[in-house]
């Protein structure tokens, strides 16, 4: 399969590995938001979030949990942002389902993005629509 983070699982294309168990792989991104961004990978190949098992989920973020503190502790970050980009026009470039683990510090200049407003009921409808979605 032409895929990276499954050429990088199998051992074709090198990573600077940080964490490995049976269900998940960890690496550093080749191009970091900041020092210490983390990939956690499914070894299994999904495409997004919605294809991935729960069980394959809750390993991922078991894994970051895991690895989250020794990132902390290694950069000096005091926080961290957990993303998930989510399709393509969410910017998932690598079809393989992942979890970014991006450290902050004070400062960083990394913005966060621009909040809106719903118009008057517009949230309520939504709100209503979207748990109608759900039964
Ligand atoms: P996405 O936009 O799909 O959520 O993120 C994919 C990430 O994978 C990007 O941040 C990109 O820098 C990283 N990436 C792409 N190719 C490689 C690679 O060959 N090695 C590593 N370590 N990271 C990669
Ligand atoms: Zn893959």
Known sequence: MDCVF??????QI???KV??????LAFLDIAPISRGHVLVVPKLHFQDLAATPAETVSAMMDALQVIAPAVLRVTHAPAFNVGINNGAAAGQIVMHTHFHLIPRIDGDGLQSWPHQRYGPEESAGLAK???AALR
């Open 6 to 11: 499954c050429k990088i699982i199998a051992g």
């Open 14 to 16: 090198p990573c600077d």
């Open 19 to 24: 964490y490995e168990n049976g269900a998940v």
């Open 129 to 131: 629509d979207i748990a």
